[in-house]
């Protein structure tokens, strides 16, 4: 069962220059040694794209979810399983199968009581990294459409200094591009041809994309000003805007 997570700001320049940070699955499980995962799942190491994070991570979350959901049934399982062997304790025919009955019934509920604490930091651990997992999702899927976004400048009469001497100010708008941030996939082999699901168990680390890293795709950062009826000719882009506008 997952217990503990710990979130780490790696050194990004092994990530072809994305920067990222890790969220750490330290996972022991009933009857282990509870050592820590030394092996990371080789999907997540696959994943190379927005669109690639963004399914890895959903997937991730169902399975997360999944495995909250299994833990909390196999407790109440035990529960209701000693109540049965109670039950039966007192119906039982003999003093032999009594005596067996209550000694089942004393085992279950003591598995059960040893086990309810765990559980519930378990599921409270998963849960809490499950909503930042989530929230990284919804970053994820704005900065995809944000990605499209354009500046344009304002065709109608909205421009002007309003008497302001050596100042203009100019009205600029938005409209959405056609050049996605990423290629969509929608299945798990289509980050990794090798792999077909994510070892949920395996799971040590998950590169996030940092906001830093978001922010420079969420809108276009330059534009043209094609209207311009006395400007002279100047090579590249190094002059200040003051120079520019003057020029």
Do not use: W
Not at 59 to 64: A, D, G, R, S
Not at 114 to 123: G, H, I, L, T, W
Not at 152 to 180: F, M, W, Y
Not at 195 to 215: C, F, M, N, P
Request: hydrophobic share 40%; proline share 1%.
């Amino acid at each position: 069962m997952m217990e503990c997570v710990q979130v780490e700001q790696p050194d990004a320049s092994r990530h072809k220059g994305r920067t990222a940070v890790f969220l750490f699955f330290l996972a022991t499980f009933t009857g282990s040694d509870a050592s820590p995962i030394t092996t990371n799942d080789e999907l997540a190491d696959a994943v190379k794209s927005v669109c690639h994070e963004q399914l890895y991570l959903e997937e991730l979350v169902k399975l997360l979810k999944q495995g909250n959901d299994e833990r909390t049934t196999n407790l109440q399982k035990i529960k209701t399983d000693a109540q049965q062997y109670k039950i039966a304790a007192v119906i039982a025919a003999s003093m032999e199968k009594h005596c067996l009955y209550m000694a089942l019934y004393h085992k279950f509920r003591r598995l059960h009581k040893e086990n309810k604490f765990r559980v519930s930091q378990a599921n409270t651990d998963v849960t809490a990294t499950t909503l930042a997992i989530l929230e990284q999702i919804g970053v994820l899927k704005v900065t995809k459409v944000l990605a499209k976004t354009k500046i344009k400048l304002d065709t109608s009469s909205v421009h002007g200094n309003d008497g302001n001497a050596n100042k203009i100010r100019i009205q600029l708008g938005t409209a959405e591009g056609t050049t996605e941030l990423c290629d969509k996939v929608s299945k798990v082999t289509e980050i990794s041809s090798q792999h077909t699901a994510i070892k949920v168990r395996s799971v040590k680390e998950v590169r996030l994309t940092h906001r830093k890293q978001v922010i420079k795709n969420i809108i276009k950062q330059r534009i043209t000003l094609g209207i311009l009826t006395s400007c002279n000719s100047v090579a590249g882009y190094t002059s200040t805007f003051a120079t520019a506008i003057n020029a």
